[in-house]
Antibody, heavy 123, light 111 residues
Framework: EVQLVESGGVVVQPGGSLRLSCAAS????????MHWVRQAPGKGLEWVSL????????YYADSVKGRFTISRDNSKNSLYLQMNSLRTEDTALYYC????????????????WGQGTLVTVSS | QSALTQPASVSGSPGQSITISCTGT?????????VSWYQQHPGKAPKLMIY???NRPSGVSNRFSGSKSGNTASLTISGLQAEDEADYYC???????????FGGGTKLTVL
């Protein structure tokens, strides 16, 4: 059974930093591209970032480019999101998510989602 | 990235069929068959319902179907059931930024 468990969400002040983690199990982690997707309270889904199966390719939404960094440690089956220069508009539930396509055939389809970790940016 | 355009809400009675539209551009929905649909119940994580425009993952009811015409994709739910009441989101690959864009979401109410 695929499991994605996020952690690291807290209340942080504007301008602060935070690192989210996601522990993956139930599948061959280093075969799959991974995503972060967020959802502000009462709002829709917003794609944040993806990292290819080998960490060689990363992409970011314009809203977080230059402030957030996605990374992974395949030896630990873990995904990370380093968040710097946080803004109030970054307040959201952050989901760790698995792409459906293996290897270099990632297809931007998310077939499994975690339950999310809540990040609140407030003074 | 501009979000894909979905109606804010749709409704239908049990047993009826409804269709939710998702309008983009030639850089996303119209240009690629990488359209997906997700169902989200309150307080829950999204669930994949349709991928690559019209494919259903294993375990998803065949009451759910997807299609595309030009820059608009559609999700149709037939034989509406109370459990279908949820928010639905479309997504697509977009070549304008080589990543993913979501629709704003549609709240489905089963009357």
């Amino acid at each position: 059974e695929v499991q994605l468990v996020e952690s690291g969400g807290v209340v942080v002040q504007p301008g602060g930093s935070l690192r989210l983690s996601c522990a993956a199990s139930g599948f061959t982690f280093d075969d799959y591209t991974m995503h972060w997707v967020r959802q502000a309270p009462g709002k829709g889904l917003e794609w944040v970032s993806l990292i290819s199966w080998d960490g060689g390719s990363t992409y970011y939404a314009d809203s977080v480019k230059g402030r957030f960094t996605i990374s992974r440690d395949n030896s630990k089956n873990s995904l990370y999101l380093q968040m710097n220069s946080l803004r109030t508009e970054d307040t959201a539930l952050y989901y760790c998510a698995k792409d459906m396509g293996p290897g270099n055939n990632w297809n931007y389809v998310i077939d499994y989602w975690g339950q999310g970790t809540l990040v609140t940016v407030s003074s | 990235q501009s979000a894909l355009t979905q109606p804010a809400s749709v409704s239908g009675s049990p047993g009826q069929s409804i269709t939710i539209s998702c309008t983009g551009t030639s850089s996303d929905v119209g240009g690629y068959n990488y359209v997906s649909w997700y169902q989200q119940h309150p307080g829950k994580a999204p669930k994949l319902m349709i991928y690559d425009v019209s494919n259903r993952p294993s375990g998803v009811s065949n009451r759910f179907s997807g299609s595309k015409s030009g820059n608009t994709a559609s999700l149709t739910i037939s034989g509406l059931q109370a459990e279908d009441e949820a928010d639905y989101y479309c997504s697509s690959y977009t070549s304008s930024s080589s990543d993913v864009v979501f629709g704003g979401g549609t709240k489905l109410t089963v009357l």
